[in-house]
């Protein structure tokens, strides 16, 4: 149900965004970042999944201090829109 409604909202935004846009990025990879933290819930020992995760969430990460440096208005907006927690580095 929530990964329908996201998926719905990327590709509502999607032909109003461009797909190069930090916060187009940031949405993708939330969404792929749900669909393998539930699928790690299923397979705790499948450490090739868990190790992409790691890299997913760094990646995001990275990409989230990049945004809250370049437009602070438009990452509050992300950070609620996606229901993630504020990173703790800033």
Not at 33 to 59: A, F, V
Not at 62 to 86: A, G, T, V
Request: glycine share 4%; hydrophobic share 30%.
């Amino acid at each position: 149900m929530v990964k329908k409604s996201l998926i719905s909202v990327i590709l509502q935004e999607e032909k109003d965004e461009n797909r190069g846009s930090v916060a187009f990025q940031i949405k993708s990879l939330t969404d792929r970042i749900r669909k393998l933290s539930s699928h790690l819930e299923l397979h705790r020992k499948d450490y090739s999944s868990q190790r992409g995760l790691w890299k997913i969430l760094g990646k995001r990460q990275r990409m989230l201090s990049y945004l809250s440096k370049k437009n602070r208005i438009c990452y509050k907006e992300l950070i609620n829109q996606l229901n993630i927690r504020e990173s703790k580095t800033h």
